[in-house]
Every structure is written in structure tokens, then in C-alpha cells.
């Protein structure tokens, strides 16, 4: 039940993405966008971005996944995520700078490319975990087996 300072609208499915964006939802939440073809699934991401670029919160949820796009750091607490792994792939042609802080395999100011596999698979080492970047894009996914 929503609380009273939160308001949810519904919107219908597919044809009111674009809709929604424009309407003044602040987050949204596609579910059933990854299922079936691959090219539609790659599609539903890139609209991920441009609710990024409209600076509206979007993901994709499904049975063991939640997917986003980040522009910024973000802070990881156990009981928060979605599940055991964290993945980050870059969007972007590159990423530069990444720090991984309360992971299982950190990192300190690396550069990633699209096509390498070094931001998949990993797991909060801590109760908090950060990531940090200079620039670029990523997409992350929580999931779990």
C-alpha cells in the first residue's frame, strides 16, 4: 500500500513508456522485458537510457534479475539487492575510473571497455559496498541463481 506521500500510477503496458516519462512518474519498474527475443530485450535497456537522460529512475525486473542504468557512484547494502551478484557493463564505449569499495574483488580506478568480462559476477564483501567512476555509463544487474 502505497504510503500517502507516494503516488503510483498505472500505466499501460508498452505503448505508455514514452507516456510515463512525460507524465512526471519518477521511477519506473518494466517487468516481462526479458523474455522472448533478445533484440527486444536490448531495446527495453536502451529505453532504460533515455529515462536516465530524463532523469527518471527506471529498471527492469524479472524472476532473478533487476536491471538499471548508472551515470553516477552508488552505495550497496546487504538485504538490499536483488540477489548474491553485482554486474557492471559499460553502455558506453568506455568507463573510466571505476573503484569498487566492499566487494569481493575491488577495484581502484580501472578503465573498462565494452566487451570485457572483469565488473561480472561480483559479491558485496561487507555490509556496504560502493562503486565510483569518472565518466561514462553502466549498466548494472542484480541477480541471484
Not at 47 to 55: I, N, R, S, V
Not at 62 to 76: A, C, F
Request: charged content about 25%; hydrophobic content about 35%; some cysteine.
Amino acid at each position: 500500500m502505497p504510503s500517502s506521500s507516494t503516488s503510483r500510477k498505472r500505466m499501460r503496458p508498452i505503448r505508455s513508456w514514452h507516456s510515463a516519462m512525460e507524465s512526471g512518474v519518477n521511477d519506473i519498474v518494466l517487468l516481462g522485458a526479458t523474455g522472448g527475443r533478445l533484440d527486444h530485450s536490448i531495446g527495453n535497456i536502451h529505453l532504460l537510457y533515455a529515462c536516465l537522460q530524463k532523469g527518471v529512475k527506471a529498471s527492469i525486473v524479472d524472476e532473478k534479475n533487476r536491471l538499471y542504468i548508472l551515470d553516477q557512484g552508488k552505495t550497496y547494502r546487504l538485504g538490499e539487492i536483488w540477489g548474491k551478484y553485482i554486474s557492471f557493463l559499460p553502455l558506453t564505449e568506455e568507463v573510466h575510473g571505476i573503484t569498487l569499495k566492499g566487494f569481493k574483488y575491488p577495484l581502484t580506478d580501472r578503465d573498462i571497455r565494452i566487451g570485457t568480462s572483469l565488473c561480472i559476477s561480483n559479491e558485496l564483501a561487507e555490509n556496504t559496498g560502493t562503486i565510483t567512476f569518472r565518466d561514462g555509463v553502466l549498466i548494472c544487474v542484480e541477480s541471484h541463481d
